[in-house]
């Protein structure tokens, strides 16, 4: 199965300001998922994205706020916008290979002060 | 709301006792999934079922399929500290797919 790079693992950033969160897949697959997700608790998908289209976003999330990009069949980012404190949380991308095959990065934790 | 619920939420067992985690919808997936993850890492996929009434069994893990294709359950024998962690089931409908909203098991030695 494919195997995640995700960075940063962890940030501490400064409320008003944006991340950008990088997943870097060692083989292609055909969609990509971002998700978030609470210490302890189940995730939240954020949004689809698929190579050459917008992303599609889950209701509660935004282009504007959560600025997704999917510029080859290896590589996406998720940007968190306009940070605050809410923001605070894990955020995981994820690929699929086939139809069942699911592999996810080690994910971000994000801390907004 | 969530759309798959897992009970219990939290679970602690002594080391070598059996347990089982329950996965109910009311709604219908095409194909269900079963992930653990620890702390710092992301979800590892242990087993995805398919099939109605399936069964599939990964060591001491035991895992089924409702025959409606909306419940899911995962039997533990023998539970070990290794097994520690965040358990969560998730459901698949076309492209997406729902997560549970998970259980936390703790295995004391």
Redesign the interface.
């Known amino acids: 199965s494919a195997v995640i790079s995700q960075k940063p693992s962890r940030d501490i950033c400064q409320r008003g300001t944006s991340l950008t969160i990088q997943c870097q897949v060692d083989s292609q697959v055909t969609m990509m998922f971002w998700y978030r997700q609470q210490p302890g608790q189940s995730l939240t998908l954020i949004a689809t994205a698929n190579q050459g289209s917008e992303a599609t976003y889950e209701s509660g999330f935004v282009i504007d706020k959560f600025p997704i990009s999917r510029p080859n069949l290896t590589f996406s980012t998720l940007t968190v916008s306009n940070m605050s404190p809410e923001d605070s949380s894990i955020y995981l991308c994820s690929g699929r290979q086939g139809n069942y095959g699911y592999t996810f990065g080690s994910g971000t934790r994000l801390t907004v002060v | 709301t ?1 759309l798959l619920e897992q009970s219990p939420q939290f679970l602690s067992i002594q080391e070598g006792e059996n347990l089982t985690v329950y996965c109910n919808s009311s709604s219908v997936f095409s ?1 269900l ?1 079963w992930y653990r993850q620890e ?7 242990l087993v ?1 079922v ?1 099939t109605g009434g399936e069964v599939k069994k990964l060591k001491r893990l035991t895992f089924q399929f409702g025959d409606a294709r909306k419940d899911s359950s995962l039997h533990i024998t023998a539970a070990q500290p290794g097994d520690t962690g ?1 358990y ?1 089931c998730a459901g ?1 409908d076309f ?8 259980t ?1 098991l703790n295995v004391k030695p």
Do not use: C
Request: no cysteine.
């Open positions: 969530q194909s999934q702390p710092g890492e992301g979800p590892v996929l995805t398919v965040l969560l698949v492209n997406k797919f729902y997560f549970g909203s998970g936390k």
